[in-house]
Structures are given as C-alpha cells and as structure tokens.
C-alpha cells in the first residue's frame, strides 16, 4: 500500500500560518483525489479540503474556506495544504487521505482508501 507522510504540523499563534504536507511514496499518489481530514481533541475526524488528481478541481470546508487552500504538485507525489488566519478552533490532528477510485470530490471519509498517520496543529489564543 502506497505510505502517505503529512508533515509541517506545528504550534502557531491566532492569526498565523502552516503550510501542511503529505508525501506519497508511489506514482499512483498523483492520480487519485487526495484529501485533507482534520480530527480536534475529543471529536470525530472532520473534511477540510480535497482536490482532483490534475489540481483543476478543490473544494473546502466551510469552516476554512478563504483561509485554507489546498494544492498539489504531482511531480513531487505531494499535496500541500496552506493555513492561513489559524483560529484556536483549528487545532487538530491533521490527516490526508487518497481516493484511488474515485470521480468526484468526496467530504465522507469511507470515500478515501488510504490514510497517513497525522501531524498536529495547535493554534494558540
């Protein structure tokens, strides 16, 4: 199974960024949807954003839309997500996910076949 690395989790202050990353060790990574999933302490896993495999398509959250931005270089097997305007409400465990099969942008998790194993992100008030 193709091993998804997320990286770039950190402590920032309210207001501050991080720009996440998760690597893929397989060429098939840059075919499938990937997505981002965000898990805060004592609540269930969340979507925060997606993205076709071309890059041509994303959809967000409405929690962290105009904030967040999701992109994706295929030639380096990663997928990048960009955190803008962190609030405290964002801290999380943060997740990205492949969806081989798929065709459309998916906010479900069971849409998504293969998981890294997370990268925290507290954001301090």
């Known amino acids: 199974q193709v091993q998804l690395v997320e990286s770039g989790g950190g402590l920032v202050q309210a207001g501050g960024s991080l720009r996440l990353s998760c690597a893929a060790s397989?060429?098939?990574?840059?075919?499938?949807?990937v997505g981002w999933f965000r898990q805060p302490p004592g609540e269930e896993r969340e979507f925060v954003a997606a993205?076709?495999?071309?890059?041509?398509?994303?959809h967000y959250a409405d929690s962290v839309k105009g904030r967040f931005t999701i992109s994706r270089d295929n030639a380096k097997n990663t997928v990048y997500l960009q955190m803008n305007s962190l609030k405290p409400e964002d801290t999380a465990v943060y997740y990205c996910?492949?969806?081989?099969?798929?065709?459309?942008?998916?906010?479900?998790?069971?849409?998504?076949?293969?998981w890294g194993q997370g990268t925290q992100v507290t954001v301090s008030s």
């Open positions: 993205i076709a495999w071309s890059g041509s398509s994303t």
């Open positions: 397989e060429r098939t990574f840059s075919r499938s949807i």
């Open positions: 996910a492949a969806d081989y099969l798929g065709r459309l942008l998916q906010e479900t998790r069971t849409a998504y076949d293969n």
